[in-house]
Nanobody
Framework: QVQLVESGGGLVQAGGSLRLSCAAS????????MRWYRQAPGKQRELVAA???????NYADSVKGRFTISRDNAKNTVYLQMNSLKPEDTAVHYC???????????????WGRGTQVTVSS
């Protein structure tokens, strides 16, 4: 049983900043890549950023230079620092992680319930 819980979403003006957190809990043996996705109304879910267990990162072109993904392996937590926010960033943001738990024979993908980020103009 593994759960991912996001926090840190909210309402911010254009140009402002937010930091999202996602904490994994349960009978966790290991976590490989952790990711942030977002989905705006009427659009498909898109990958925003990813970070491997070794700290290698990748970003969507639309957020490069503005967002930073990081993780704390001791806390099983991934973060997304979002700066210079734009109205186009408004979306539900979801945490995703490849997790090995004590009942699984291999790593499985898990999703959080999401946290709303709204950027006003």
């Amino acid at each position: 049983q593994v759960q991912l819980v996001e926090s840190g979403g909210g309402l911010v003006q254009a140009g402002g900043s937010l930091r999202l957190s996602c904490a994994a809990s349960g009978r966790i043996l290991g976590i490989n890549t952790m990711r942030w996705y977002r989905q705006a109304p009427g659009k498909q879910r898109e990958l925003v950023a990813a970070i491997t267990s070794g700290g290698i990162t990748n970003y969507a072109d639309s957020v490069k230079g503005r967002f930073t993904i990081s993780r704390d392996n001791a806390k099983n937590t991934v973060y997304l620092q979002m700066n210079s926010l734009k109205p186009e960033d408004t979306a539900v943001h979801y945490c995703n992680a490849d997790v090995r738990d004590r009942s699984a024979l291999r790593y499985l993908g898990y999703w959080g319930r999401g946290t709303q980020v709204t950027v006003s103009s």
